[in-house]
Structure formats: structure tokens, C-alpha cells
């Protein structure tokens, strides 16, 4: 009889959709040349989204791909009851490093979101939306690609912009940059949220089309690995 | 009674050859690329605790000469009572190659390779302690290796400074001077005709994804 109801309870346990997880997730940046900004890490409900393929970039993903600013995604998941864990870097992401951090997901926070400005970039992001979080435990690993958010042309100018609407890209941390360059792209043909063509970039520091770098500042995809321990 | 015996014996003979069995692997090779010959592959069945590189630590100088110069052979030291191959010439681009490894122990489950893509600064792909101790008799995987860069030396492109045909420079020069000093994926080369003047490099000479395929069978 006893072992009964403790099987009863387990099934119980088991079944239900609302139990909590405890994952310890490692996020590295694979690019050579690139920083990420503050990453957002947003555990939340099946239908939400931090962004959609195809989809034009809400205004709180524009903050952050163009400008690094996560604090307005953060409010409207908060809004949202999701697991937020914000900035685990506490600052910028090099090339080749690695955070890593421990969050619990409760309710239906079964999906799991990051995002993180690519610099330098006009509104480049590395980034997952809405990943089904595995359920059995042990160690995931995923390969994230750049993403466009299509909401800025891809001049490539550094000036120091990163305000919402703002044209230009606001620094190179590794300060490997040119400047008093004419722009690499005059539009944005697709104002979707899309892949990234990658940058373009010149050799000319004092110049040229761009103000990035091309032997520094290229990518190839993935440019971040994302490993998911369910515990 | 007899009969429980022999029964017995088998089933302690047959856990014996489980626990004793030789593990062998048969290693194909493909270069993915458009025209980056790899350097003289090397490869390596080593125990737990060794890694050639990892992503965002600082390379070692057995790294740099690979990366830089193609020569695999102070990686290979570093393991050099491992069960080890490497290769007597290049993989040109299109090529496939395959060779065979047998672990001395159980210990020795994990599989390293390494190689430079030569027609760049410091550019190099491999696989990284994979581990194979889930791999039963006849089991093939097919994995990928991606370009990384040792992040040793700047990606000028320049004439001098990459040592396979597209320019026969320099290879290994103990000097570190890349922008990022760590090892991470490549960014690609940019090539003259992508508008790097300078590049002594072309367009064939690009490349982008996976650069190298690698079937693992263990026979």
C-alpha cells in the first residue's frame, strides 16, 4: 500500500508540467574578433519569443542588437513571469570566453531564450529563441549563429551611436577599428529578424568603406556554443 | 555439477575478453575545403585529462608550431606513449585519407586530430579528446571539424607569412602578436579579391563551415 502511493506521488510528480528545473548553462563566444554585450537569459512559456526568424524585431530587441541594452527585453519577461538571469558576464564577453551560471526554472518555463549584441556590429546579435529545454537530465550542447535584427543599415561607421534608430555602431572593444569610413551598405533589404551576412570590412584604418576590420572583425557561423547540463 | 562448472568457466571467459579486447579504429579523413591543403594530420588515442587546445585558453607552443608551420610533431610528444599516426604528406584539398589506431588500454578512449589549413596564418581544425568509449564493434560516427585560429599570430595575409603554396613564407615564428590571444573559431581569410590589396591570398583560397570530415569506425 505504501509503495503505492509513492508511486502515485511520483507519477504525480513527473507528469505534471509545472515543476521546477535546475540547469547549469556555460555560454562560450567562438568568434575571434567580436565581443558580446550583457547576455539576457530568459527562461519562459512555450508560445513566447524574444524574437522570430522572418519576423519584423520588437522595439526591446532593437535596444539590445543595436545599442547592447537588455534592460527593456528584461522588463517585458519580467512582465512575463520568466526566469530572467541578466548579465551573468557582468559586462562584456571576449572572443574565446566562457560564462557559466546556474539557474532554476519553475511554472511552465519550459523554453529557454538568450540574446547578446555582436560588437562590432550595427544591429548584430548572437542569439536562440525559444529552445525546448530538455527534460531528462545531462549534458546538451547547441551551436548558436549571428543573427540581424533589420532594424539599422549595416554601414559599418563606428560613431559612438547605439540609441534605437540610431545609425552607426557604438564601439570596437578590442580597438581594432578604422574610422571616417563612407558605409558599406546604404539599406536594409530585409527588415525582418534574419541570419547575418556577416561584415564586410576593409584595410583601410583611415577610410574606405568601412570602419571595421576585415582580417579581424569576419565571422564564420556558429559564433557562440551553448551547453545545457539538466541536473 | 559439472555442467554448472563449464557454464561458469564461459561466463568468466567471456568477461574476461570483454574487459581485454583490443579496441580498434579506422580513421577517414575528408579536406572539405576549396584549396587549403592540410598539413601532415596527426592523430592520437589518449587517456582522460589531455587537450591539444581548448576554446579561449592561451595556445601552447606545441599548438603554435601546428597552427603556424604544420608541424604536428610536439603535439604528438606531449602523448608520445600513446598510440599515435602522422601522416607523411599533406591532404590536399578533395583528398581522403585513412588510417588505423589500436588502443593499448581502456584508458585510451578519447581521439585527438590535428592539422594546419596551410594557406593560412595560423589556421587549423582537428577533433578534440572525442570520446569513443561508446562506440561497439562495427560502429561508424561521422563528426566535423570547424577552422579555428591559435590566435598566435595576426591574420595579415601578407606575402612571407604563410608557408603552403599560395605564398611558401614563413611558418612557425615564435613572436605573438594577434589582436585575440586565444584560441577560438576562425573568422575566415579575406582574400585580394574581397578587398584585402595586400592578401597574398585569392578567392579559392576561402572557406567557410566545416572544413574537414572525419568517419570513426571501430572495427
Given at each position: 500500500m505504501k509503495t503505492k502511493l509513492i508511486a502515485a506521488v511520483l507519477t504525480g510528480l513527473f507528469s505534471s508540467t509545472s515543476f521546477a528545473q535546475d540547469l547549469s548553462i556555460s555560454l562560450t563566444?567562438?568568434?575571434?574578433?567580436n565581443h558580446f554585450t550583457p547576455v539576457l537569459v530568459a527562461a519562459h512559456a512555450?508560445?513566447?519569443?524574444m524574437y522570430q526568424l522572418g519576423e519584423a524585431a520588437s522595439s526591446s530587441l532593437q535596444a539590445m542588437a543595436e545599442g547592447g541594452d537588455i534592460s527593456y527585453l528584461s522588463t517585458d519577461f519580467q512582465a512575463l513571469a520568466a526566469d530572467l538571469v541578466s548579465n551573468p558576464a557582468a559586462g562584456l564577453m571576449a572572443p574565446g570566453q566562457t560564462v557559466q551560471f546556474e539557474m532554476t526554472t519553475r511554472h511552465d518555463n519550459n523554453r529557454l531564450s538568450i540574446v547578446a549584441m555582436i560588437l562590432?556590429?550595427?544591429d548584430g546579435f548572437v542569439g536562440v529563441d525559444s529552445l525546448s529545454i530538455p527534460k531528462k537530465r545531462g549534458r546538451y550542447e547547441y551551436f548558436l549563429n549571428g543573427y540581424d535584427a533589420?532594424?539599422?543599415?549595416?554601414?559599418?561607421?563606428?560613431?559612438g551611436a547605439g540609441a534605437p534608430?540610431?545609425?552607426?555602431?557604438?564601439?570596437?572593444p578590442l580597438g581594432a577599428n578604422g574610422s571616417n569610413?563612407?558605409?558599406?551598405?546604404?539599406?536594409?533589404?530585409?527588415?525582418?529578424?534574419?541570419?547575418h551576412r556577416g561584415v564586410l570590412g576593409d584595410t583601410d584604418v583611415n577610410g574606405?568603406?568601412?570602419?571595421?576590420d576585415s582580417r579581424v572583425h569576419r565571422w564564420i557561423n556558429p559564433v557562440a556554443r551553448l551547453i545545457i547540463e539538466v541536473k | 555439477m559439472r555442467y554448472l562448472t563449464i557454464v561458469a568457466l564461459l561466463v568468466s571467459l567471456a568477461a574476461c575478453n570483454d574487459r581485454d579486447e583490443m579496441k580498434e579504429y579506422s580513421i577517414t579523413i575528408t579536406n572539405?575545403?576549396?584549396n587549403q591543403p592540410f598539413s601532415p594530420v596527426a592523430g592520437v588515442l589518449h587517456a582522460a585529462g589531455f587537450k591539444a587546445w581548448q576554446t579561449g585558453e592561451v595556445a601552447s607552443d606545441a599548438l603554435e608550431k601546428l597552427a603556424?608551420?604544420?608541424?604536428a610533431s610536439g603535439l604528438l610528444a606531449m602523448q608520445q606513449d600513446s598510440p599515435q599516426y602522422h601522416a607523411a604528406a599533406p591532404l590536399f584539398a578533395g583528398e581522403t585519407m585513412t588510417f588505423q589506431l589500436m588502443a593499448d588500454?581502456?584508458?585510451?578512449d578519447r581521439l585527438t586530430l590535428a592539422t594546419m589549413?596551410?594557406?593560412?596564418n595560423d589556421a587549423f581544425s582537428g577533433i578534440n579528446?572525442?570520446?569513443?568509449?561508446v562506440m561497439g564493434h562495427g560502429h561508424t560516427q561521422v563528426v566535423y571539424g570547424y577552422a579555428l585560429d591559435a590566435?598566435?599570430?595576426?591574420?595579415?595575409?601578407?606575402?612571407?607569412?604563410?608557408?603552403g603554396p599560395a605564398d611558401g613564407g614563413e611558418g612557425y615564428n615564435p613572436e605573438r602578436n594577434d589582436v585575440t590571444s586565444k584560441v577560438t573559431n576562425h573568422g575566415g581569410v579575406v582574400s585580394q579579391q574581397d578587398g584585402?590589396?595586400?592578401?597574398?591570398?585569392?578567392?579559392?583560397h576561402r572557406f567557410d563551415g566545416p572544413v574537414m570530415r572525419v568517419e570513426i569506425k571501430r572495427l
Open positions: 563566444n567562438l568568434s575571434h574578433g512555450t508560445q513566447q519569443h562590432p556590429t550595427n533589420g532594424t539599422e543599415v549595416n554601414d559599418e561607421i563606428i560613431n534608430g540610431a545609425p552607426g555602431i557604438p564601439a570596437d569610413a563612407s558605409g558599406a551598405a546604404q539599406s536594409e533589404n530585409n527588415q525582418g529578424v534574419h541570419v574606405g568603406i568601412s570602419d571595421l | 572539405l575545403t576549396h603556424e608551420g604544420g608541424d588500454s581502456d584508458e585510451q589549413l596551410i594557406n593560412t579528446a572525442m570520446e569513443l568509449d590566435g598566435t599570430e595576426a591574420n595579415t595575409e601578407l606575402a612571407g607569412s604563410i608557408p584585402h590589396m595586400d592578401s597574398v591570398l585569392s578567392e579559392s
